[in-house]
């Protein structure tokens, strides 16, 4: 922020970069359920009886007041 | 009916026993019954703050088992007698607490204090989800400094999640205190603002604190800061504790309309 008066990032905005990044990937890994890993392994269950799965990822997202779960199955196109 | 306060801070060492002591005694100068509880069990440290070590006789656990009840337990304050006080365990660990002990305990001190805080142990493990649990708001300490930050943001992660009041459908209120700000260093880029703290962990401002030298003379006396009127720190505990009461108190030097703050502070406070 005052880099184009000293030059220099001042250490404080490099904290706020740094920190925000970190708790952005923080809340990524640890805004989930419990049971998310169980799940997955579930939902896997269920579709491998029709088609091949590589692998299924589950997301908790929030945006405002509302939660979703997003869930990306993707296929073995090998299989 | 009072109202549960925890007072949480994710990292250790940021000033949280330190906050609960001044706001506590704030409060009971606002003329509210107030009790402060040690939930740091094994690690009592709150009766030194108040300077109340010597008067303890019995603990949390103890009136939890059944052992005590709460009345013989409850401590007094020489300074001031809206406020009360109840000690950790110092021999236990932390696996002793049990939910629904917590629960009555809690139930129990909200029928007679206008005000319950609750002092939570650092870290975010059982001891913390204890008391984060059946609280109705918390307030968050964080120092300006990525660490503490950080642990801050996992703290107010699992306070979303394990808050009986969430799990209900309810919000629990979260109110963040800037500690140990040093305003040469903010001015000169080399402190993180309380603009960029609260952008960053997404919560209301209750108050910023300024380092102060003080703080560790006011402990070595057990008797805490806000007692100090000269104090800069015990000023902004003041500040603090008068915006809890439901009192519109500026903040000071800060950007932000507290109104918000106020208006839904008196409305958790019925």
């Known amino acids: ?79 | 009916m009072g109202i549960v306060i925890a007072v949480i801070s994710g990292k250790g060492g940021v000033g949280k026993t330190t906050a609960t002591a001044n706001i506590g005694l704030g409060i009971a100068f606002n003329d509210k019954k107030c009790v402060v509880v040690d939930f740091d069990i094994g690690q009592r440290n709150l009766d030194m703050v108040l300077g109340l070590e010597n008067r303890v006789v019995y603990d949390i656990v103890q009136v939890m088992e059944g052992e005590a009840n709460i009345k013989q337990a409850l401590i007094k304050s020489k300074v001031n007698e809206n406020l009360h006080f109840l000690a950790a365990s110092q021999t236990k660990d932390k696996s002793v607490l049990e939910s629904s002990k917590v629960e009555k305990l809690v139930a129990e001190l909200k029928e007679s204090f206008d005000f319950v805080i609750l002092d939570a142990p650092a870290g975010i493990e059982s001891g913390y989800e204890h008391t984060i649990e059946f609280a109705d708001a918390a307030i968050i300490i964080v120092n300006p400094e990525v660490s503490s930050i950080r642990d801050a943001d996992r703290a107010i992660g699992i306070l979303d999640s394990k808050s009986a009041k969430v799990k209900a459908g309810e919000d629990v209120a979260k109110y963040l205190i800037i500690n140990r700000i040093v305003a040469d260093m903010v001015e000169s880029g080399e402190m993180l603002k309380s603009d960029d703290i609260l952008e960053i962990l997404n919560i209301k401002l209750l108050g910023k604190v300024p380092e102060d030298k003080g703080v560790i003379d006011a402990s070595n006396q057990g008797k805490p800061v806000i007692l100090d009127k000269k104090s800069i720190a015990g000023q902004a505990y003041k500040r603090i504790t008068g915006r809890l009461c439901g009192e519109k108190v500026d903040m000071k030097d800060i950007e932000i309309s507290d109104k918000g703050l106020f208006k839904k502070l008196t409305g958790i406070f019925r």
Request: hydrophobic fraction near 45%; avoid cysteine.
């Open chain 1, 1 to 79: 922020m005052f880099s184009f008066l000293f030059g220099k990032k001042k250490s404080a905005s490099v904290a706020k970069d740094r920190l925000t990044i970190a708790i952005m990937s923080d809340r990524d890994r640890t805004n989930g359920y419990p049971f998310m890993d169980e799940m997955k392994a579930e939902i896997m269950e269920v579709v491998q009886k029709y088609i091949g799965v590589k692998e299924v990822q589950i997301r908790k997202e929030v945006d405002g007041n509302m939660e979703a779960l997003a869930i990306d199955v993707e296929l073995d196109k090998g299989a």
